[in-house]
């Protein structure tokens, strides 16, 4: 037993927010799975940008790619989708040994067509066959223009990871759309038990952006909230998971939506590198960390049980005490959304750049 463990017995789900043809070929996330018990994948453009712009890895494909005449866009995502298949693969023991619900490893659609619908779900397709292995999830942004997407995808049987949430307002939405989408699937006959998904809640950048604001406000009151907005917020919204999915009518056979916490990395070193994760333990939930925290994790070996459950009227307490000292949240979610999108825009387009220069 290790505290990656004691966090799986109070019902999280431990993932890996990482991957790389380095970490696939080396054996190294064979033995994550062993050592470290992880039990899934998630990627973003962000992490493929790091992971072939590094090394050596990628070479002899960018070779053959580019002898075929590939452009970036297709080299990029050849590589990605190889990656992705062969994590599947490697994690296909823990797909079967947890029904499904683990052993996952998502890949993200473009973000650059996050606002289309019909592109969305068109790549979304794409990507479900490419990778066709029944673990994979297929990300998608919970922005409008995405969210109906979402709905198309699940009811054409298609495992979704919706990505970038931060405010509860969306996340009701994203819950909406799970549930139009399963009972179209099952409408259509398809075996819903065998489709997953999980809503992606980002948690230390709406601290990032929330102390910002507070150090401006500048008041004892204020800075003394420092450091509290990420964890409440997301316990506000396990809250609404259970009263949501408890008071859903399901097709049966059907999974519930788990919560993800991601950006669980700490970004400011005063805090607890473990913040992220002690604090939002509980049933039904997965936790997709950095390794550096993964590794925290288990060195500190501070984790005690659910810490989710009922924790949501005492969040609900806290937000209204930075709405009290100034925060618009209306608007901080607002900003956290739209540069949400544009950072995986700009390490896409960086990596593209740098791919074509590779093929040219």
């Avoid at 940008?49 to 494909?61: F, N």
């Avoid at 316990?235 to 998971?241: G, K």
């Amino acid at each position: 037993m290790n505290a990656i463990d004691t966090l799986s017995q109070a019902g999280t789900s431990t993932w890996l927010d990482d991957l790389s043809r380095e970490r696939i070929t080396s054996g190294n996330l064979k033995e994550l799975l062993t050592t470290k018990s992880i039990v899934g994948v998630t990627t973003n453009p962000a992490i493929f940008a790091g992971a072939m712009s590094k090394g050596t890895a990628y070479d002899a494909q960018i070779a053959e790619l580019k002898a075929a005449g590939a452009t970036a866009d297709q080299a990029v995502y050849a590589m990605s989708i190889d990656d992705v298949r062969d994590a599947c693969d490697i994690l296909a023991d823990t797909y079967a040994a947890t029904g499904g619900a683990d052993g996952r490893v998502s890949i993200e659609v473009d973000p650059r067509i996050s606002a289309d619908r019909d592109a969305t779900i068109a790549q979304a397709r794409e990507l479900w066959g490419k990778v066709d292995r029944p673990n994979v999830m297929i990300k998608i942004p919970a922005t409008p223009g995405s969210l109906p997407a979402i709905s198309d995808a699940l009811a054409e049987g298609i495992s979704v990871n919706v990505t970038l949430i931060f405010s509860v307002a969306r996340y009701r939405e994203v819950i909406a759309a799970y549930i139009d989408g399963i009972n179209r699937a099952a409408e259509a006959g398809l075996d819903v038990s065998k489709i997953f998904s999980v809503a992606s809640f980002f948690v230390s950048r709406l601290d990032t952006e929330v102390d910002k604001r507070l150090e401006a406000i500048g008041s004892e009151e204020a800075l003394a909230l420092r450091g509290k907005a990420g964890v409440a917020n997301a316990q506000r919204a396990y809250a609404v998971f259970q009263k949501l999915f408890d008071a859903a009518e399901l097709p049966a056979g059907a999974n519930v939506q788990r919560p993800l916490w991601a950006s669980t990395g700490v970004k400011n070193s005063e805090y607890s590198p473990t913040l992220y994760v002690t604090e939002l333990a509980g049933p039904n939930t997965v936790n997709t960390m950095p390794e550096g925290t993964i590794d925290a994790v288990l060195a500190a070996d501070d984790v005690r049980g659910d810490t989710l459950t009922g924790a949501g009227e005492a969040a609900e307490e806290l937000f209204k005490q930075l709405v009290a000292v100034g925060i618009d949240f209306e608007d901080v979610f607002e900003v956290l959304e739209r540069e949400g999108v544009e950072k995986f825009v700009a390490a896409w387009e960086e990596l593209l750049d740098k791919m074509a220069a590779r093929l040219s």
